[in-house]
């Protein structure tokens, strides 16, 4: 398992943004991965909070800093600044209330509509703890993720089950597609194919921001 790290130890530092409806468990799921918690009775999230936990990825610390925020609309964060500089997403859904899942569409449009075209997606069904009350069959889940081209996994926030697969997941992903950028980049800036900017290391977001050797204007 990745250890926990100080806070300004890292070689990469990527934004992760989590999203879907109220109650699918998304505080939750923070809160296991980044301080091992979970609560049965935790609040609605109100506008956004965020925490940071650094992991290994090959031999650079890669620390991810996940941004949380409300399903119910009223609580929500402004949209354009909650998702702005996200390069990873959790896409969550609970697996126990088929509504949520239903209403994956219209979160994927929203982060699609908002973010980079590489960001990189993790559909989660979270509560497979919860087994006799499923209504999401793994099946159609998995093929919403081959269709929309997505990671995906099933979790439990309660029992710890695939958490830090999920984000160790997304993060490793993160970090081999801005690697494969920085060597599809060579000396040659204009070698950068189009379309396929990873946003690392540009300075107005804290997204894919290389420590050493970049954003020093
Ligand atoms: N059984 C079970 N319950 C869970 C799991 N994850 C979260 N819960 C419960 O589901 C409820 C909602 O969890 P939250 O993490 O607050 O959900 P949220 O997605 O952050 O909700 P909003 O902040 O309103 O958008 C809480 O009562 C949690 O204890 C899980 O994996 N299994
Ligand atoms: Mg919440």
Not at 18 to 44: A, C, H, Q, W
Not at 179 to 203: E, F, H, M
């Amino acid at each position: 398992m990745a250890a926990y790290r100080a806070d300004d130890d890292y070689d990469y530092l990527f934004k992760v943004v989590l999203i879907g409806d109220s109650g699918v468990g998304k505080s939750n799921l923070l809160s296991r991965f980044t301080r091992n918690e979970f609560s049965l009775e935790s609040k609605s999230t109100i506008g956004v909070e965020f925490a940071t936990r650094s992991i290994h990825v090959d031999d650079k610390i890669v620390k991810a800093q996940i941004w949380d925020t409300a399903g119910q609309e009223r609580y929500r964060a402004i949209t354009s600044a909650y998702y702005r500089g996200a390069v990873g997403a959790l896409l969550v859904y609970d697996v126990t209330r088929h509504v949520t899942f239903e209403n994956v569409e219209r979160w994927l449009k929203e982060l699609r509509d908002h973010t980079d075209s590489n960001i990189v997606i993790m559909f989660v069904g979270n509560k497979a703890d919860l087994r006799h009350l499923r209504a999401v069959s793994t099946e159609d889940a998995k093929a919403f993720a081959e269709r929309e081209n997505t990671f995906f996994m099933e979790t439990s926030a309660l029992e710890a089950i695939n958490v830090e697969n999920a984000f160790t997941q997304v993060l490793s992903q993160i970090y081999r597609v801005s690697s494969r950028k920085a060597l599809d980049l060579g000396d040659d800036p204009a070698a950068l194919p189009r379309g396929q900017t990873i946003n690392v290391g540009s300075k107005d977001d804290v997204s894919g921001v290389k420590k050493v050797g970049c954003c020093s204007n």
